[in-house]
């Protein structure tokens, strides 16, 4: 029988149980039983004593020593006594049973002593000459108040001492009964509880290896019937677990079949693609770089797929800088336009855009980045601006020939009478008034042409558009007064100062409102508007975006408005809707809002009216002292 098995444990801790309730049991008794003996012992030597005191009482008055004698000898008879023995008041020996020489001799030793003193009843342990342990009982013998004498009996104590024995050896032998008894039914308990549970671990080892056909029958109604019930329902969970496991390691493999097949798909679909593609994990670390991404970086993705983005692109950080702010904010950024500087050193324009990944739940997986070769577009547009620049060119010519062709009629047909009619008075009245007018004509469409060709000798100062415009609606007063327009202003309050050439500015306004007035000769409204604005270009990344801080001047006028047909080319030089117009105003407008940075644009609706804006940028920090700004608004 192992140690460790659960049978043996139950047997010993039973025993131990047993053995531990039984010694605790057996001290009690042992110490009860000693106790009443002993009580009992010295009960009957306190009678014995006083007995004897009480016979003793009249000899010891008289004197009569051989009554005292007899009773000493009487009461020495009985059993367990040692000896008897009467003092008279001295303490001298007045009867002794065992040592009648000794009488009228005072006995020696402490036990003696103490006897001869007693007042009351004094029990003393002592052991005699002859080694015999015996209780000795002093009883004092008072008559009136006065002690006439002590009795003392010694009771042996060996028959008390036989009496504990025997009581201890049958306390011991109920103990081995108890314990044999116990034992054995301990042995039973064990067996019926370890064999079940003996089952079981068998049962659950085989198991273990795989033999879930084991059964464990119930033989009893107890919890161990109840944990065999448990242990059948387990295997057959366990057998059903495992057709369930099967199954879906079946579809495992088969999904894991289709995924390889989707990934094979997948990096062909990547592979087939024109655009680079490029992907990032969470960390920022590069996942995915399919061939014309290699391509266009000269890296492969061995090289850098782990790698930090901003480290493996690191020729290009405005590429890791929009892939990271993609991965910060969750928010697409489309059509950026780049120059990708490449491993070898070279660099080839592309457009990228970036957006969150996203798992089948929601959940985050990174940023992917696709980005597009723009030199073939590069190209084009290169190309397709030098046909507009020839064909510019020709509209140009076209227009620049038209107006030149008039006065030049003019011009020469005056040359061809002059040598005939130079004498007409009213000829040359008339050739002094015409030939140069024509010329300062053609003078002037000379001098805006070279104005739209040459670069700008800008005066910057800073102008509060609210009073230039104030000062154009001065300019074409008498002309707003004679149409019966109507002039609406709507400036916004706070609107800063714009850095700019006041003259040159003007000339653009003063352009836009005669071109609205022209528009309503029949009369209607004139609206001029001036706010400003602060804005971030959503193309560029938050850390690389300044604040877009911009000035809009707006014209608006209620007449016939533009035709859809000539949107296209209304800033084109020599190209006009009015009669009498060379068509250079808004193209020279145009110039001068682009040198100063900003952009002009029209719009005009199907029922009429046309809204020219233009789009200025704000300086820094307006200066302390706004003098000059006066002198440039007026």
Not at 143 to 168: H, N
Not at 543 to 564: F, S
Request: glycine content about 8%; hydrophobic content about 45%; overall charge neutral.
């Amino acid at each position: 029988m192992k140690l460790r098995s659960l049978r043996t444990k139950l047997l010993l801790g039973t025993l131990l149980v047993i053995a531990f309730v039984m010694t605790a049991v057996m001290v009690v008794v042992d110490h009860r039983q000693r106790a009443a003996i002993i009580a009992e012992v010295q009960r009957r030597g306190e009678v014995i004593a006083r007995n004897l005191a009480a016979i003793s009482y009249g000899p010891l008055l008289l004197y009569n020593y051989t009554a005292l004698e007899q009773n000493v000898a009487r009461v020495a008879g009985e059993a367990d006594v040692v000896y008897a023995l009467v003092l008279d008041a001295d303490g001298r020996v007045a009867a002794h049973s065992r040592d009648p020489e000794r009488v009228g001799a005072v006995l020696e030793g402490l036990v003696h002593r103490r006897a001869a003193l007693a007042s009351e009843l004094l029990v003393q342990e002592t052991v005699t000459s002859r080694g015999e342990a015996i209780y000795d009982f002093a009883v004092p013998v008072q008559v009136e108040g006065r002690k006439w004498g002590t009795i003392r009996v010694g009771l042996s104590k060996q028959r008390m001492e036989a009496e504990i024995g025997r009581t201890r050896l049958e306390l011991g032998a109920l103990t081995l009964v108890v314990l044999l008894l116990g034992g054995l039914a301990a042995a039973l308990v064990a067996r019926r509880i370890a064999r079940p549970v003996q089952r079981l671990a068998e049962g659950a080892a085989a198991i273990s290896r795989g033999e879930l056909a084991q059964r464990i029958e119930p033989t009893t109604a107890d919890e161990i019937g109840g944990l065999a019930a448990a242990f059948n329902h387990m295997a057959v969970q366990l057998v059903q677990q495992r057709g369930a496991l099967e199954d879906a390691n079946a579809e495992l493999q088969r999904h894991v079949v289709e995924l390889v097949d989707l990934k094979s798909y997948t990096d062909n679909i990547l592979a087939s693609l024109t655009n680079g593609i490029v992907s990032v994990d969470l960390d920022g670390r590069v996942v995915t770089l399919n061939p014309v991404a290699e391509l266009l970086t000269g890296f492969f993705k061995g090289e850098v797929a782990g790698r930090y983005c901003s480290e493996a692109f690191a020729h290009t950080p405005e590429l890791s800088d929009i892939l990271m702010e993609t991965l910060v904010s969750r928010t697409a950024i489309p059509n950026v336009p780049l120059t990708l500087r490449r491993r070898n050193g070279s660099t080839v324009p592309i457009e990228l855009s970036t957006a969150p990944l996203k798992g089948g739940e929601g959940k985050d997986l990174g940023v992917i980045g696709v980005f597009r070769d723009l030199t073939l577009v590069r190209q084009l547009e290169h190309d397709l601006r030098r046909s507009d620049q020839l064909a510019a060119l020709g509209t140009l010519a076209a227009g620049l020939a038209h107006e030149i062709k008039n006065p030049l009629t003019s011009l020469l047909t005056f040359t061809r009478h002059l040598e005939r009619r130079f004498d007409d008075p009213h000829f040359r009245e008339k050739f002094h008034s015409v030939v140069p007018r024509e010329l300062e004509r053609i003078n002037g469409i000379v001098e805006r042409l070279l104005e739209l060709a040459r670069p700008a000798r800008m005066s910057l100062t800073l102008v509060r558009l609210p009073a230039l415009l104030d000062r154009v609606v001065e300019l074409y007063a008498n002309q707003i007064e004679a149409r019966q327009v109507v002039v609406v202003r709507e400036y916004a309050r706070d609107v800063p100062p714009v850095q700019a050439d006041a003259e040159a500015l003007y000339r653009v306004a003063v352009n836009l409102v005669a071109n609205a007035l022209d528009a309503m000769e029949g009369g209607g409204r004139l609206t001029l508007r001036v706010w400003w604005s602060e804005s971030r270009d959503p193309l560029l990344p938050s850390r690389r975006r300044p604040p877009d801080r911009r000035v809009k001047l707006e014209v608006e006028d209620t007449g016939p408005g533009i035709p859809p047909s000539a949107g296209d080319r209304i800033f084109t030089p020599f190209y006009t809707t009015k009669e009498g117009g060379t068509g250079i105003g808004l193209a020279l407008a145009h110039k001068i809002v682009e040198e100063h940075g900003g952009t002009i644009v029209f719009r005009s609706g199907r029922a009429g009216g046309t809204v020219f804006t233009v789009v200025l940028p704000l300086v820094a920090e307006v200066p302390v002292d706004p003098g000059p700004v006066g002198e440039a608004g007026r």
